[in-house]
């Protein structure tokens, strides 16, 4: 007996020790120098938002008031993979750098707390204000409540306010505030003020459509119509919806947004989200013809083709001068999130991003661009021209630059029928390849060989593409690399793709290679993004 005791103390030491302690992972380059880092060196980002331990899913109630953007996350605190769910809670006065507060909302009685949103109640229509010109925060959650030991979940939605700028919150009394009897997967509300209209309007998934409903105080909720059977993509369940009005570029006209995240179903599998352009009367959205046309011909209409960018929705009371909106995702994918090779946490968000409306002779796109906040992280700046690029023709390396933090620009005049790769590589012989076919007119991220791949069959199982829709005989881009990811911004931002992944020794080398004729990158910036 006393023999199991000591044994399964010294067990349980070692597990504690290897979750806590930072696991080391020891190798050997091919040059035979013992190379050890652990998984912190390795893989926990240097600027992106990942929790401290722990599994986090979906960003959820982000607003922004007094100075501070408010990042809510779906969290598991008492392991790396998904279970009940709690909100996890960040703070950050400019979306880049964030600062973790302790969890905002805990399960309860009806369920755990699924994904929602956050508005701020300026005018305290919710009466939820407790002191004279207090500014409630109103979230509002899916309350999800499984029934049995299989997948049947009582999803309601409830609301919670907050009296302290958004860090702790009080539950409704009379929750949930929209019951539901009948439809299995109901959730992920995201309210925002109509301007327009002058009421709270609220999206809602649910099952293959989105529920559109309105309210004056955020506790009573009036139906107002549906939308989606039959149009968009549909290969899985419609999840974390927003909808919001943006201004078209140039013009004095607006239009109404609508995101639909879905899984399975994305254009290189697993989970993604689609948009959808068109008119809101206050009742319905109607989308519009010419974008409705285009959809159905070629179905390339998502604000990210990359595989790691999930249930991204936009900040509440954030809204740019210019109107244009700010927004972040989840930086991973169901088809293997729960099995990355990150034990200490699991998951981070992508770079915050700013989200435009324009319309051109291909109809209405969306360009979407890291904020301007991250250039003020701008270091070291390395800048090169006319870099003729043959076979395989190195850029830089870390000895000049630390590519592990980089936010990178480049341009290609006069694009020739091939194809342009650029590889990062690190001396195991791990590569991650990225860059434009010409021959096909398509985006890539080729992470086969990127590393640690295993962990999943789905991770590194193709090449992820992405048509390029700009008809510009110019391509420009901007490319964010942090230790895990990359998030490329082709054409200002028409076309984006994020992906993670995990090489064995951090990827210290960035090159191109040109495939039989040679070719021209015309200018490279490359900055080196410090954070202390
Ligand atoms: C999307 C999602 C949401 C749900 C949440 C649960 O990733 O499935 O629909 O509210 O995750 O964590």
Known sequence: MKRTYYVNLVLMILFFSLINGCKKTSKENKFGDEMTYSEEDLYRPNFHFTPKKAWMNDPNGMFFYNGYYHLYFQYHPESNVWGPMHWGHAISTDMITWTEQPIAIYPDELGTIFSGSAVVDISNSSGFGEVSNAVPIVAMYTSSKKLDEGDHWKQT????????????????????????????????PKVSWDEEHNKWVMVLAAGDKIMFYDSKDLKKWNLLSDFGQGIGEHGGVWECPDFFQLPVIGTDKSKWVLFVSINPGGPNNGSATQYFIGDFDGEKFTIDKEFEESLTKEHNYWIDFGRDNYAGVSWSNATRRDGSKLMLGWMSNWDYAQVVPTEIWRSAMTIARKVQLQKNNNGYRLLINPVEELTNYRSTKYKKENIVIKEETKIIDADAIDLASAEIQFNISNLKKTIYTFKLSNKLGDELLFGYDNTKKKFFIDRRNSGKTSFSENFANKVST???????????????LDKTSIELFFDNGETVMTEIFFPNSPFDKLSMESKGQEFTLGNIEIHKLTFN
């Open 157 to 188: 939605q409830s609301i919670a306010y907050s009296n302290d700028e958004g860090m702790t919150f009080t539950k409704y009394d009379n929750n949930p505030v929209i019951d539901n009897n009948k439809i299995k997967d109901f959730r992920d």
């Open 466 to 480: 992405a048509s390029r829709t700009s008809t510009n005989k110019n391509l420009s881009g901007t490319i964010i």
